[in-house]
């Protein structure tokens, strides 16, 4: 499975950025998908995720603020970030998994990875 993220970009406080996860290799809709981010000198984190039957996940600190989706037509999962905030900025990947749905905020449960795409929030 190959997974390539997109959409990351520097934007002020409380603008709004939509990351793109397209997937590759496998049958996206047999996978749960996840968002994690991980900024500098710290650890990566839990962000968002969803089932491959479209329940979805959220770290506290976005709840609210970002949305995530799934376009099965297109084999891609997007991460709608809106009212973003300084400390949003990180590296974000997306990460693809068959675990149950408990489990998806441990990005130790994920299987498949792409690389990052940066997003600079900036006040």
């Known amino acids: 499975v190959q997974l390539q993220a997109s959409g990351g970009g520097s934007v002020q406080t409380e603008d709004s950025l939509r990351l793109s996860c397209v997937v590759s290799?496998?049958?996206?809709?047999?996978?749960?998908m996840g968002w994690f981010r991980q900024a500098p000198g710290k650890e990566r984190e839990f962000v968002a995720a969803?089932?491959?039957?479209?329940?979805?996940l959220f770290a506290d600190s976005v709840k609210g603020r970002f949305t995530i989706s799934r376009d099965k037509a297109k084999n891609t999962v997007y991460l709608q970030m809106n009212v973003l905030k300084p400390e949003d900025t990180a590296a974000y990947y997306c990460?693809?998994?068959?675990?149950?749905?408990?489990?998806?905020?441990?990005?130790?449960?994920?299987?498949?990875w792409g690389q990052g795409t940066l997003v600079t929030v900036s006040s």
């Open positions: 969803v089932s491959w039957s479209g329940s979805t």
């Open positions: 290799g496998r049958t996206f809709s047999d996978y749960s």
């Open positions: 990460a693809a998994t068959k675990v149950l749905f408990s489990y998806l905020v441990n990005e130790e449960k994920y299987y498949y």
